[in-house]
């Protein structure tokens, strides 16, 4: 009779902007990053996969104990950190950012990204209060 097994998977949490998937993940597997080294963004350190290779590439990550999952929710995957914070570890677990003023606006790979950059100062969108002081611009997280 064969032994059969579970293998936990480890989430990989993707969002989709425009027509591209975007996320952040180290891969230490051999031959994995190799395999999606085609949409790595070196200059900004993270994975863009084409609409049209999502499939493959939930495949590929699948088949190495990742499963992909699609933010419902963007937004609650926002930090806001001031330029006088030290944000100097958020960033490296960011996807995206937008300077707004004195603010950084990060989005972060996943939900224990969004605990440690709060651990280290940053706010999430939602609760932050951010406003020009001319009042050109506003977002109050919702």
């Known amino acids: ?19 591209t998937y975007l996320f952040k993940q180290y891969f230490d597997k051999d031959g994995l990053f190799q395999q999606l080294q085609d949409y790595y963004n070196f200059d900004r350190c993270r994975f863009d996969v084409p609409q049209r290779r999502i499939l493959e590439v939930r495949q590929i990550l699948d088949s190495h104990f990742y499963e992909l999952r699609i933010a419902d929710e963007p937004m609650d995957y926002c930090v806001v950190q001031g330029k006088q914070g030290d944000s100097s570890d958020i960033p490296r677990n960011s996807v995206a950012n937008q300077r707004r003023g004195n603010y950084e606006i990060y989005l972060m790979k996943d939900y224990v990204s ?27 997280g919702s």
Do not use: H
Request: charge should be negative; proline fraction near 2%; glycine fraction near 4%.
């Open 114 to 140: 969004v605990r440690q950059a709060i651990e280290k100062g940053a706010t999430r969108l939602e609760e932050a209060d951010l406003r020009k002081e001319n009042s050109q611009w506003e977002i109050d």
């Open 1 to 19: 009779m064969p032994t059969t097994f579970d293998v936990e998977q480890e989430d990989v949490t993707a969002f989709w902007f425009g027509q």
